[in-house]
């Protein structure tokens, strides 16, 4: 055998570009279905939605009593008011539920029990201290995109959820060959000649710690024949293949030529110190690397070479906790007396990092797993002011944050799809979607802390949606609106419509639940109510608002309000009957320059995607002739 | 049962503090034995100790032809020399051993084969491209002290190192109780009033991923007897209990009554939002942790509280792989050719980080575990200067290397004994100890790149030892010198004193392996050559240069040399004979502001100790008269 004396040697991003390009589709994981609570660290192959909503039913905030609201009326320090046990209020804990006809909790501390009952210093409000059904997580709700990897609170919130088994990526199986005459297994004692065998034993752990199933195979001679019948059957039995070492130029370094003979060799030699005589093949479909025999080199090899394809089949990018300073996007106060923990999301918009603070109950686990990260407010300060700059601790990297386009305005499930379809397409690539409404979107768009808006916002003078808004909002400002969806908005009431509500008249005779104001649903609504000459105090439940379609769905569907506002698709998400209203146009603004971001070309790439419109079908509720369309919009 | 209506709250860190000061010796770890290849992320009880040397005698460390140095005399590009196969040269790959009368490698490419044999074109000199024995790794050498988290490269090096078992702290066993009436498992289907029981499975996962091994319970109603009755049985399985929930002040809270019944609670309440009901108690001798019920409390709770208490089973500090940047305390020079991975020890000194190149060999694998973390020089880059600022990508947590005492000069084994009872004394608190020799020791002191220099340099003169050498190096600046350890310093032989060596005069008719220049062995040998009137060149390998005294008491247990100067303790280890030569002192030289770092204090109390001074009779060869004394040397 002679030397292989000319390797020629390639920087080490440019090698490993290559051979991931040439290993193209070979390293594509396969998925298999697993119970959450053995789910940690594994990876999402595909979205996983909530079965339940949580809490499931109103319930209790707060230890206390439960009363109902207009018998506390007149209630003050001046004029204590004592509630009569079992007839005006119940004793209740937190999580008990709150049923009819009892509305609202006062907390324990403010009560006091007498003979006659329980003395009270103030009025209670409806639903005071009282957690809505699907609070936290609302049936039908997207809990985690595919590719996710699954960390303590998320197999909480899953099983919250009603969620009991996913679809994960299976793990890759890697094997490992270490050859060598002169090498030993370690349970033997050395002679004068000997290498005790210690590489494979490493990768190992380090195919364990990225979450693959290490295959280690007896040790092999170097014997041409030998090694590559060992490497026929490690291709076999996994899914990658590591030969150690014979991988640089020696007399007796067969594994490049058999690589050839069997496969294919794309790199063979590394701009790397330690490190270099890495061979990057593929034989039989499968990824088989070369790896250099001094242990500094292996080491680097396989975290340079051998982590990126085990990614590939993880479907995992790298991360881990990191400390980063985010500009506030809202005013944050907390108490003087403890310590605050805030779940934010956080995304980049130009040059800065900023941090959107998420719903702050105890009881919201799903902001947990929305939050990309934690900021804590000390004890003894009271908060932070809008735009002040705070340290946040990210569960993720920062790279990953940097991929991340920032989504905030109107809520749609199609979000949820457009959101888990960037996952699937692209490594790391993600939608944070934040639901505060069009109009509060718009403004966060104003304010730099948003790539793009969802909107739906009508003009009832023109007839036109969103651009009337986007030209008042930015003034002497070039803006694009790219025109996302037609969609059918309605009256959602409880299977069979046992009220027989036929249009927006018959909802003074029904309890409505309500969006919040700002919501593009909420200004439909007025219009409606203006048009068919209803006052909003003749609707019962005008002031009742939910921040999503979803979740005045689940209202409806729990039987806490008879009707609601709000899309096709959550209707049917939640199995109610649905009484068509009229179609909106449902569309995304941003600045000019967004529509550069590679990220936001995964967007736009998939919203016009012939699979995303198969999966809107599937929700129902939606056309799509103007979708895609980029307008410019320049007002003076 | 009443409510608990008045929980006081105390700060984070104080509830904390209170707690495990209040745990005392309760949650000590015990140790186990564990195979090597299965103890991934398991954490060493004790210190642990090559049993072989790597490589295990003198090998190539390039493929090419091993060759007699002297027959490769005169050879040049302008003269061109042919070597004869078998007689002048063999060829060899990497790692073949190179015995005699071969003693030096050219490499593959810098040779030709032609029909007579090998044309070279540059002379090799004695022990070109081979790695003695003992270079990586010297059999008795210390390989990780103990409370030390397991890694890949870690099993790699024990395994070279002949290690194929080791001691690891037991994982604590976690058990976690869920409590409520109200909740039902995850596979029941949920009615109102129903709360599916997620927060243990999250615990489960939480616990694992620190290291310890959870138990989960099955769900107890909310009945005073009934929990009680759990806890108990939990509290005899395990090391650890977390009830969940029933911690706050509701009329079916019962944890803080049980816990107060059989055992003693320390904190109800901390000032943290969400998670102020925590319960942090002790019963049986055990912690017992009560968690409230919303999943965030439950996050932050476990995070906050439980998480400190598994460490103290684990004994370790929390960590992971961190940037930072830190000044390079020596010239890096690298390849335009490549990217170069250089691993560094990092430590803090004064208000920056100063980071040490190590080892650079790629088969230095002893250089990863001791590396702190690597410095990339880029493709394209010749390197860095003493000085400069680099980026620098840690292994450990910057609060590890805060912790740190960085202690540059003299070799001697006792630093393996300090360094691995510091690591045992205090949690995450290190001696990183790197051997230059005791001039090269005191002139990194100067720089700022080392809190302390070990040191037993003679002044010929007046026969003091170090005070001279420190007034001269530090001129105007007031020092402090800490008596350390007699030493006797001796020639080792091997067993049996084949060479019937008895004194300094004596080693002319013997192959000798020398220290480095500036090691204070090389001093006392030059002194001891002098007094005898002998001058290096009548010494054979005068020139041959090892690090450490194991490293050249491991050339001649394997036979490399015949002698060489060192102390008792590394004959001893290596099974060596040994004529004393005479005591020295053996200090350690620092600023006087390094005597109030904590650390340090820990090393002065742990150089003071008896438990130490066992250690060192157990080594042998140590005198302790002056052990501790501190002295203010000034110069002006």
């Not at 080490?12 to 697993?34: F, I, K, M």
């Not at 980049?348 to 105890?362: E, F, Q, S, T």
């Not at 969103?466 to 008042?472: A, F, G, Q, T």
């Not at 590679?598 to 736009?604: A, Q, T, V, Y």
Request: aromatic letters at 6%; glycine letters at 10%.
């Amino acid at each position: 055998m002679k030397r292989n004396l000319y390797l020629t040697t390639r920087p080490v991003e440019e090698a490993r570009a290559v051979y991931l390009e040439a290993l193209g589709d070979v390293a594509r994981p396969h998925s298999e279905t697993v119970r959450v609570i053995d789910a940690l660290d594994r990876v999402t192959s595909e979205a996983i939605y909530a079965k339940y909503s949580s809490p499931l039913y109103n319930s209790a905030a707060m230890d206390g009593i439960a009363v109902i609201s207009s018998k506390t009326a007149g209630a003050s320090e001046a004029s204590l008011l004592t509630l009569k046990a079992g007839e005006d209020y119940v004793i209740v804990d937190t999580g008990d539920p709150i049923k009819k006809p009892f509305d609202a909790v006062i907390m324990a501390e403010d009560t006091q029990e007498t003979e006659g009952g329980m003395v009270i210093r103030a009025a209670a409000p409806a639903w005071q201290h009282v957690r809505p059904v699907g609070e936290d997580i609302v049936a039908g709700e997207m809990i985690l995109t595919r590719c996710h990897r699954i960390r303590p609170i998320d197999i909480g919130v899953l099983l919250s959820g009603g969620v009991t088994e996913i679809s994960v990526y299976a793990q890759p199986r890697v094997g490992i060959i270490p050859t060598g005459t002169e090498i030993i297994e370690p349970y033997e004692d050395p002679q004068e000649g000997d290498i005790i065998e210690s590489n494979s034993r490493m990768f190992e752990a380090m195919v364990r710690e990225q979450g693959g199933i290490p295959c280690r195979y007896d040790i092999v001679p170097d014997e041409y024949e030998t090694i590559k019948k060992s490497v026929l059957k490690a291709l076999d039995d996994n899914d990658i293949v590591i030969v150690n070492a014979g991988s640089s130029a020696g007399t007796e370094d067969y594994t490049v030529h058999i690589l050839r003979e069997i496969g294919e060799v794309f790199v063979h030699g590394v701009a790397m110190k330690p490190g270099k005589p890495v061979i990057l093949a593929k034989a039989y479909g499968k990824p088989v690397i070369g790896i250099p025999g001094y242990p500094v080199s292996a080491y680097l090899a396989v975290e340079n070479f051998v982590y990126p394809v085990i990614r590939r089949f993880t479907g995992l990018s790298e991360s881990g906790e990191r400390n980063i300073e985010a500009v506030l996007s809202r005013r944050l106060v907390s108490s003087l007396k403890h310590r605050e923990y805030v779940r934010v999301r956080v995304g980049r918009v130009g040059d800065r990092y900023v941090c959107a603070p998420l719903a702050r109950g105890a009881g919201a686990a799903m902001s947990m797993v929305r939050a990309d990260g934690f900021c804590v407010i000390p004890q003894e300060t009271e908060g932070y002011e809008a735009g002040e700059t705070v340290a946040v601790t990210l569960f993720c990297s920062p790279e990953e944050i940097d991929r991340t386009v920032v989504c905030i305005g109107s809520h749609d499930m199609l979000l949820d799809v457009i959101s888990d379809m960037m996952s699937g397409e692209s490594e790391g690539v993600r939608l944070s979607s934040t639901h505060i409404g069009s109009l509060g979107g718009l403004i966060a768009l104003k304010r730099g802390e948003a790539h793009i808006t969802p909107t739906h916002l009508l003009d009832e003078e023109t007839g036109i949606y969103n651009e009337s808004y986007i030209r008042s909002l930015f003034p002497g400002e070039e803006m694009v609106l790219v025109k996302g969806v037609g969609r059918i908005q309605g009256i959602m009431v409880a299977p069979g419509n046992p009220l027989g509500i036929k249009s927006v008249e018959d909802l003074v005779r029904a309890r409505y639940v309500n969006r919040q104001r700002g919501a593009g649903t909420r200004v439909l609504f007025d219009y409606k109510l203006k048009q068919a000459g209803i006052s909003p105090e003749e609707i019962d439940g005008y002031d009742a608002e939910a921040a999503t379609h979803m979740a005045v769905a689940a209202q409806i569907a729990g039987g806490e309000a008879d009707c609601g506002m709000g899309v096709y698709s959550a209707a049917h998400a939640m199995g109610l009957d649905f009484i068509p209203v009229g179609e909106e146009e449902y569309d995304f603004a941003m600045r000019p320059e967004t529509l550069e971001m590679p990220e936001m070309k995964s967007f736009l790439r998939i919203l016009t995607s012939n699979e995303f419109k198969a999966e809107l079908e599937k929700l129902g509720g939606y056309s799509t002739d103007k979708t895609g369309e980029i307008r410019r919009i320049f007002a003076e």
